[in-house]
């Protein structure tokens, strides 16, 4: 008898333990590149640079080949990610100034707001840009509003962007090492008296020249936009950044384990945006420029960050999503050979435009799912858009999915299925485009059709536009006059989704 019931209890306890692990909730990680072409990941074939990394997470896992941001620049694709909205419904969504306030309403739900509500421990590491207080910070206080105010546990951030002042960490609601007796103080609206700039003293140009927009404040020999003052014990060393938050990152993944929650986190690589500073460890390592060495750093930190992974026994149980806000771009505000020292390398493979176009190039990037054991190596492609991302991880973790735009596409995520959306709605600079399965439909607008700042052909014409995107990717036949009545039912499909949003020839255009 007491043998039957050591039995029974050992099968007891087996089907507990089994079905506590079948309800162990994934841990989620996103990894997001700045400034990242389709062409930059060698797994595409696109380019001449190698990712190794990233290359090993493509064939471990599912790479589409057919993926949107939401929009060809920053600010507001990373609105749309954490929102679940299209970011052209909120004004206020396009490339933020460094002193911006907080793009989020704290009220709103949001992604980390619904990992957090199932338990998750969520973090924030890297890049931010989606600004930070009320309207009016002071820097040597505690931040009003930060991502710990949209659902993030812990957050470790740049105070704006690498490029703009302050260059300084905030660590959740503080400048992290600012000392009590050097204050900090910025401004985007003048220069403090006294204080050095990019045009007054060009020799504090060490490191780096301006070429567009970046020439007031100058730091670790890097001219910025913004004017900064004092703070000098918080102020960061740009080599030494991607070292720093990789180990903050590793840091908060420790930090879970030994909780045994599991955990979110969206790891925000800061390459390849301008300044392009790498680490000395890769400084010449590319044949490309500093660019090209900004992303051979960028693909060390996903290799390392999934080493530290397996070292501590999460693979099976993490899924792994890396992707970019927008497409690359090359001169961006700095003299720093991206042009000269190009080569045969594509940043954009064989797509048209790049960062800040409605063309295929400002918004089509790698994106890659990778989950070992779980996801089968594969390429797909599904349309998917990091705009889904949301609904997807609300359903893959059994939470509320109160997303407005944010469709449920886990299943081809996780390469189960191949059904993606039917059809998106992209921006570039406040101009919106529509996609719709092999279609590419560009309405008209006023304006340049070449941003010269940086060299990039912006998908502007007076002429509305229509693009194969299967059979003609570089988008070089323009078939809406041939194609006249499919061009316009997609641009009615397009007026109806964007009815209120959409202005018709509108010539605004928001750079840095």
Not at 54 to 78: E, K, M, Q
Not at 323 to 344: I, Q, R, T
Not at 389 to 404: H, M, N, Q
Request: hydrophobic share 35%; proline share 4%.
């Amino acid at each position: 008898m007491k043998k039957v019931l050591a039995t029974l209890a050992l099968a007891s306890m087996f089907i507990s333990c089994t079905q506590e692990e079948e309800k162990k909730q994934p841990n989620v990680l996103v990894i997001y590149a700045d400034d990242l072409g389709y062409g930059d990941v060698s797994a595409y074939g696109q380019g001449t640079l190698n990712t190794p990394n990233i290359d090993a997470l493509a064939a471990n896992g599912v790479r589409f080949t057919n993926a949107y941001a939401t929009s060809a620049t920053c600010s507001p694709s990373r609105y749309a990610l954490l929102t679940g909205q299209y970011p052209w419904k909120n004004e206020r969504a396009k490339i933020l100034a460094g002193d911006a306030p907080m793009l989020i309403d704290s009220a709103s739900y949001t992604m980390a707001d619904m990992f957090k509500s199932q338990g998750y421990q969520t973090s924030v590491v890297g890049k931010w840009h989606l600004g930070l207080g009320n309207g009016s910070i002071n820097w040597n206080e505690d931040i009003s509003v930060t991502p710990n105010d949209i659902g993030f546990d812990y957050s470790y951030i740049m105070a704006a962007t690498n490029d703009r002042t302050p260059t300084v960490f905030v660590d959740n609601r503080r400048v992290d090492n600012l000392s009590a007796d050097d204050s900090l103080f910025v401004s985007y609206k003048e220069n403090f008296e006294g204080e050095p700039t990019a045009i007054s003293n060009p020799e504090l140009m060490t490191k780096m020249k301006w070429h567009h927009g970046h020439n007031q404040s100058v730091h670790n020999g890097v001219p910025r936009i913004g004017y900064m003052k004092g703070g000098k014990s918080a102020l960061w060393v740009d080599e030494d950044m991607a070292d720093h938050f990789l180990d903050i990152a590793k840091g908060q993944i420790d930090k879970s384990t030994e909780s045994e929650k599991p955990f979110f986190m969206y790891y925000a690589l800061h390459e390849p945006h301008v300044p392009r500073v790498p680490h000395q460890r890769f400084v010449g390592k590319s044949g490309l420029g500093p660019r090209g060495d900004a992303i051979l750093e960028a693909d060390w930190c996903v290799g390392e960050i999934m080493k530290h992974l397996e070292s501590k026994g999460l693979l099976e149980n993490t899924l792994v999503v890396f992707s970019s806000d927008n497409g690359p771009v090359l001169n961006d505000g700095y003299f720093d050979e991206a042009v000269e020292k190009l080569g045969d390398h594509t940043p954009a493979g064989v797509l048209r435009g790049g960062k800040y176009s409605l063309f295929e190039a400002g918004t089509k990037i790698p994106l890659i799912v990778s989950w070992k054991g779980k996801v089968k190596p594969s390429v797909s492609d599904a349309m998917v858009c990091q705009l889904d991302l949301a609904s997807s991880f609300a359903t893959l973790i059994g939470a509320k999915s109160d997303f407005e735009d944010s469709k449920n596409f886990i299943d081809t995520f996780l390469g189960e299925s191949e059904v993606g959306r039917e059809n998106l709605v992209l921006e570039a600079t406040g101009r919106l485009s529509y996609r719709k399965g092999d279609l590419a439909y560009i309405p008209r607008y006023k304006g340049n059709a070449v941003n010269k700042q940086v060299n990039i052909e912006v998908g502007v014409s007076e002429d509305e536009q229509l693009y194969d995107i299967k059979n003609d990717p570089g988008q070089q036949n323009d078939i809406f006059k041939k194609q006249a009545d499919t061009g316009n039912s997609l641009k009615e499909e397009f007026e109806k989704a964007t009815e209120g949003f959409f202005k018709p020839m509108q010539t605004d255009v928001v750079l840095h």
